[in-house]
């Protein structure tokens, strides 16, 4: 039966193998997923591995610079990459779920295609990266078999299926047969950063599909702030571990406040938490009453811009994990 000991031992064998060697480019994006396949793929060939970490201007507040740390003191051969001018410019004015996804999708190509240059450049002599690592996990792969299915279109993950044939990269997926529970027990096999394994899920799109409607700087810059209050408040209280994901939502839509003698009419924050297994069915979270007044409060009160805090009561299915 299943071990992570067993997994590790016998994956970085096969990674040997296949890989004899080659170099492999690796693109992480802070998570769990792409972070345990990179360090299984550095056991496997240490320093041949190549990764960097690119900064699209739509993580969490604070996370970037903490990811790039955490992965540089694992060892891991990571290069950072600031590219949030470009998703900006492009995503400005588009709305439409899917659009985004598509945007965000092609700039991360382009990113790639320009890190990867670079990389191959450095590279010694004759040597050529032919590989492309991922983080893909099991229901990855069965969501993005459903959204080409005949009856549903759900939601286009783009971190599936690779790069466009003019790569010529061949892509190594070590996960790709695991469930997000074993990913975790096998990334606490690989001693990897606490912080990044206990981590709760993150979109690739990222903080794209929880500004509801179209992207602008200071949506992104409040949303995170309000989303900083939220997740520490969850921390400090235990919760963050016993929930599956968590997350702040920016709604296109304002509501009237009131604000000493002021009518105030500003922006409403969404929060989401939901336990799963796999994220593919999910149940809303009852956090504690007090929990939530808790935060509501410190989101009215200190981020400027929001005068009002909901909090999602619905579950997967019908209602999807992300607002889009
Ligand atoms: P939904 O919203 O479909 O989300 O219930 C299920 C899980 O998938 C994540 N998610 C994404 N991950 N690219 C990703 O890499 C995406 O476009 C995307 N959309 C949703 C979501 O955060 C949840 O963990």
């Given amino acids: 039966d299943w071990t992570s000991e067993s997994f590790v031992e016998t994956t970085v064998a096969e990674l040997k193998q296949q890989l004899g060697t080659d170099h492999v480019i690796m693109a992480l994006s802070g998570g769990v997923d792409s972070t345990v396949a990179a360090v299984l793929l550095h056991h496997a060939i240490g320093e041949r591995l190549h990764c960097f970490f690119v900064d699209h201007g739509l993580l969490r507040k604070g996370e970037y610079q903490q990811v790039l740390d955490s992965y540089k003191n694992m060892g891991l051969n990571i290069k950072g990459v600031n590219a949030k001018e470009l998703f900006f410019s492009r995503l400005a004015g588009i709305s439409e ?4 996804r598509k945007i965000i999708g092609s700039s991360f190509i382009d990113v790639f295609d320009e890190a990867s240059k670079e990389i191959q450049k450095d590279l010694p002599e004759g040597a050529e990266a032919k590989w492309l690592g991922q983080g893909t996990i099991y229901p990855d792969i069965i969501e993005s078999i459903s959204v080409k299915g005949p009856s549903a279109t759900i939601k286009s993950h783009h971190n599936v299926g690779g790069l466009p044939d003019y790569m010529k990269l061949k892509v190594v997926e070590p996960l790709k047969t695991l469930f997000k529970d074993e990913v975790r027990r096998v990334g606490k096999t690989l001693e990897v950063d606490s912080t990044i394994l206990g981590r709760h899920p993150f979109p690739g799109p990222g903080l794209a599909i929880r500004v509801l409607g179209d992207i602008t700087e200071e949506k992104v810059r409040i949303l995170q ?4 209050i939220y997740i520490r408040n969850l921390k400090e209280s235990g919760w963050y571990d016993k929930v599956w994901q968590a997350g702040t939502i920016f709604l296109p839509v304002q509501s009237v406040g009131v604000m000493g003698d002021e009518r105030t009419y500003e922006h409403v924050v969404a929060l989401r938490a939901v ?7 999910a149940d809303w979270i009852h956090l504690p009453y007090d929990l939530l007044a808790k935060i509501s409060n410190e989101i009215i009160n200190h981020v400027k811009g929001i005068n009002r805090v909901v909090y999602d009561i619905s579950s997967k299915p019908p209602a999807t994990i992300e607002w889009e």
């Fill in 225 to 228: 702030e309000a989303d900083d």
């Fill in 97 to 100: 779920p899917e659009q985004k």
């Fill in 275 to 281: 336990g799963s297994l796999d994220g593919m069915t």
